[in-house]
Each structure stands twice: as C-alpha cells, then as structure tokens.
C-alpha cells in the first residue's frame, strides 16, 4: 500500500491527477492531451538535466587552453542577461520548474565562462567584481524588489538580446574565420535544448512570448551550429603537399 502510494506520489508529480487515472486506473493510454503533457514534462526534465552540462565543456576548453580568444565577450555578456531575465520571468509567473530550470544551471555555467574570460584577459579584479556585480542584479529580480511590469518588459526585450548577442559572435566567427575556443559539443547541445523548448513552453506555459523567443533563439543557435560545421570542415582540410623526387632536389641544391 505504501509502495503504491509513492508510485503515485512520483507519478503526480510528472502528470495531472486525471491523466493519473486514465493510465494506472482505466489503462487508456491513447490518450492524447496526456501523452503530449507527459512527453512535454519529460522532455522538460531531460533538458534540465542536460543543462547540468551543457557549457562544462565551453568552461573545460577555456580552462586547458587558459584563454577565451575566439570568444565575444559582449555575446556572452549579452546571453546571461536573456537568461537571467528568461528565469526571472518564469520564476515570478509561477510557471512549472519543468518548462524553465535549466535557466538556472546556464546561468552558473554561463558567468562563469564570463568571469573566466575576464580572468584569462589579463584582469581578476574584474572577473571578481562582474561576479558581485551579477549576483546583487540575480537578487534584486527575484526577491519581489522589481515589479512584475518591469520583469514583463525585460523578457520582451530578450528577443533583439537574444539575437544580438548570437550574432556578436556569429560576426566574431566570421571575421576570425574560425570559431576560435567554442566548443562544438555545447553549441550543437544548445540548439537541441532550444528546439525542444519550443514544445515544452507551448504545452506547459502557453505563453506566445515564451515560443517566440525560444524560435528566436532556435535559430540564432543554428547559425553558430552552421558555422562550426563549416570552419570545422575548412581547417580540417590539409594542404596537398607535391613530391619531388630526389634526382630533382639534387638538381635543385646544385642550382
């Protein structure tokens, strides 16, 4: 009995009590709306936990090279703020942990690829004081001190961030013609996590706003994606090297 409980203890806590019964009690399990939320909150789950990750490897890259060249400062900067304001707007609605807590995981992940790029450019004092500086700014969003209306604002403002920001770097790609210390492995994740996001805020969210800025984001993450395929393929080609043969480079050190 016990153990039963806890089943639907778990179970309730990734369904509604309805889809609960239409499965484990009337065994309907064609039920459509049940399928698409319960699809939608283990997708939201697997993004969370994917997101424990997702830029470990960014951070890696920079820690073993010692440098964040290749890097736009300014895109990364302008990333923790979409997703700080993305959270905050999520948190203060009361929306499901499900549809936004992967925000929480990037932003540590996120800051700390900034301060390590502050670090690595030569000035501690500034990694040390963007770190304050951030962490008072997290806490004034989300301690109720800001009013809904200027949160709404924010997350409205997070698509030109969004799009700005990627393209920061897209640019920065571009000019370099190389994606310098990026790592593939958490761009390719990113573009994965904002395509599935754009299912889980339509199914548990519902807000417009929410699938707009993760369609945004879908494909500002893709255009990073289609340029590290591309300078990936372009450095990997080696230069064909013609042999001589040693009767002409005798010959050519006579000369």
Known sequence: ????????????????????????VDHDFLDVPCFKALLSKGLGMGIIAGSLLV????VLKILANKSGEGISVMGVLLDLVAITF????????????????????????????AALIFFYGGSSAKAGVFLAAYSTIVYVLNSGLTPLKIIFMA??????????????????NYKNKSTGQLSAATCFMLLAGSLARIFTSIQ?????????????????NAVIVAQMVYYWKKTGKKPIKTKVSPKKAKSKKIN
């Open 155 to 172: 997350q409205s403002i997070n698509i030109p961030i969004i799009l700005v920001g990627k393209m920061t770097q897209a640019y920065t």
């Open 1 to 24: 009995m016990m153990a039963e409980e806890a089943v639907k203890n778990l179970a309730l806590y990734i369904m509604n009590e309805e889809c609960y019964d239409n499965y484990f």
């Open 86 to 113: 993305h959270m905050s707007y999520n948190f203060m609605n009361g929306y499901p942990f499900s549809a936004w807590g992967d925000a929480v995981f990037l932003i540590l992940q996120t800051a700390a690829i």
């Open 55 to 58: 830029k470990v490897p960014q």
């Open 204 to 220: 548990e969210t519902g807000d417009p706003m929410m699938v707009l800025t993760f369609g945004v984001s879908s494909f500002a």
